[in-house]
């Protein structure tokens, strides 16, 4: 179960990546959507983490944070 959690938490975070990617690429309302996406995203991130008691989380989940806060910005 673990083990899915963790699954889950690398996929979620290679999300964020690839959705700001795609945003940035995309432009515009486009671009808005992405960065929303990897907004939650980011959110599930935190969460498979805290779920999967992963070593070093909350610092992961603190960098999570920053992130999604740039990403609020971007998605306005």
């Known amino acids: ?3 899915d959690l963790r ?3 690398v996929r979620a975070s290679r ?3 690839l959705h700001i990617a ?3 690429a995309r432009g515009g309302g486009a671009a808005k959507n992405h ?3 990897a907004l939650g995203s980011a959110a599930e991130t935190c969460a498979a983490l805290d779920l999967a008691r992963v070593d070093g989380a909350a610092d992961l989940q603190d960098k999570l944070r920053r992130i999604s806060a740039m990403l609020r910005c971007m998605a306005r």
């Open 1 to 3: 179960m673990l083990t």
């Open 7 to 9: 699954d889950q938490a």
């Open 15 to 17: 999300s964020v990546a």
């Open 22 to 24: 795609e945003g940035r």
């Open 35 to 37: 960065y929303r996406m």
